[in-house]
């Protein structure tokens, strides 16, 4: 959940900051004790507030501070908009000519999160799609809906991603499963041309 609000970075803090919090406590238990010798008790218990500190504001107050900060992997100028996926708007898009790019994905696929940003982040392929009126179509298959599990099946696959290009008059091209924008751009390239 805080992944989905506040971005992985944040995610990320507040683990170290676990981390840091569990390693104070650990140090405590083990030589923090009155049975230790008095130095390395004291030098233990001082560690462990450090850590805890260091873990509590990590936690606390890093992750708030990471998720407050602007995302620098987006484009300034605007990002692609995804229609929902249905097959019906697919084939209704292809009878009137247009060149339709659908993405199958789910937010648990790590190839797909890393294409999204890499790939369909770039503000050349965002232009490029916008050039050629591309209609982009989104097939979240993160809750396994029927109609996309039917869809990836008639093109032999049963998981995400795949990239999948339409164009008018033409056979689907299938993309590969880790894109680069150079990939996606050689794809519409062909298909405009």
Do not use: H
């Not at 390693?23 to 008095?38: C, E, K, L, M, N």
């Not at 247009?98 to 797909?112: E, G, H, P």
């Not at 965002?126 to 869809?151: C, H, P, S, Y």
């Amino acid at each position: 959940v805080l992944g989905q609000q506040a971005g992985i970075n944040a995610v990320a803090v507040f683990l170290m900051g676990l981390l840091a919090l569990a390693a104070g406590a650990w140090i405590y238990g083990r030589w923090g004790i009155p049975a230790s010798d008095p130095v390395i008790r004291r030098v233990a218990q001082i560690t462990a507030v450090l850590l805890l500190s260091i873990g509590l504001g990590a936690g606390l107050f890093g992750a708030k501070t990471i998720a407050a900060m602007p995302d620098t992997t987006a484009d300034a100028t605007g990002t692609i908009a995804w229609e929902p996926f249905t097959m019906e708007r697919v084939e209704e898009l292809r009878r009137g000519g247009k060149i339709v790019f659908v993405d199958f994905t789910a937010a648990w696929c790590l190839s797909c999160q890393v294409n999204e940003r890499v790939a369909f982040g770039s503000a050349e392929v965002q232009e490029r799609f916008d050039e050629l009126g591309i209609v982009a179509i989104k097939a979240d298959w993160t809750n396994r809906n029927e109609e996309i599990t039917r869809a990836l099946a008639a093109f032999g696959r049963n998981s995400v991603p795949l990239y999948v290009l339409y164009g008018p008059g033409k056979e689907p091209v299938l993309l590969p499963e880790i894109l680069t924008p150079g990939i996606v751009l050689k794809a519409l390239d062909q298909v405009d041309g």
